[in-house]
């Protein structure tokens, strides 16, 4: 099993100052977790995140203008979720959107542990699989269907996202698996891969021509490429 990470920085977004009170209370109990920002409603966390990116966040879903789970489906690079809600059933659909916890308010110091120690593995075993898939360079494993499926990089052909899933294509077949495009690219070789447009990854190698805003990938397959990476993907067609 592989150790616990040693620091977990962490954000409130909560509508009620005495659930602020509560974590911030508890979180000085325990020297790992660092509360580094608090926030009154969903809206106000955008630019906090994107100033400082933290491991975890303690997220209230009943608040004014955004709901905590809506604000949890905009985010494209999510960081750890633990809810924190009064309201027992939104806890189905908070685990399908793969929260790491839910606690139910009130809750008491022994529950808040039990929950921040899950997330505290969680990250360990990450960093862990981060520094394996690293080393072996010309592979990964991802989870399709409960199993964990070896996939080569020289097989795959693009990463396109859909929803919460990611279709990793290798050819006319693809494979499903429960991650994240962004957090996949971290373990992909940047050398060998690139981000075309926020829903698609492809391998450069397989990619034949660019025309207008799509890419051509070798097997007649076109892509779009979207505005914020059309600079990139113009720079190393140029080379």
Not at 81 to 86: E, K, L
Request: hydrophobic share 45%; proline share 3%.
């Amino acid at each position: 099993m592989s150790a616990p990470t040693n620091n977990i920085s962490a954000l409130i977004i909560d509508d009620e100052p005495l659930a602020h009170q509560v974590i911030e209370a508890y979180a000085k109990d325990l020297g790992f977790l660092t509360i580094a920002g608090t926030c009154h409603r969903a809206t106000e966390a955008y630019a906090l995140l994107s100033q400082q990116p933290v491991d975890l966040i303690f997220l209230d879903i009943n608040m004014p203008e955004l709901t905590g789970l809506d604000f949890l489906r905009t985010l494209e690079r999510k960081p750890r979720v633990i809810i924190t809600s009064a309201f027992e059933e939104y806890a189905i659909e908070s685990f399908e959107l793969q929260v790491s916890d839910y606690l139910l308010k009130p809750f008491g110091f022994t529950r808040f542990l039990r929950a921040v120690n899950k997330v505290r593995a969680e990250l360990g075993a990450a960093a862990g699989a981060k520094t394996v898939f690293g080393a072996q360079e010309d592979h990964l494993f991802v989870k399709v269907d409960r199993k964990y499926r070896r996939v080569e990089f020289a097989d795959i052909h693009y990463l396109e996202s859909y929803g919460n899933y990611v279709k990793i294509w290798t050819g006319k077949d693809f494979l499903l698996t429960t991650r994240t495009l962004s957090g996949m690219m971290e373990e992909l070789p940047a050398s060998d891969f690139l981000k075309i447009h926020k829903s698609y990854v492809v391998r450069k190698a397989l990619v034949d021509y660019l025309e207008g805003n799509q890419l051509m990938m070798k097997n007649g397959q076109a892509l779009p490429v979207g505005k914020l990476q059309r600079e990139a993907v113009r720079d190393w067609v140029r080379g």
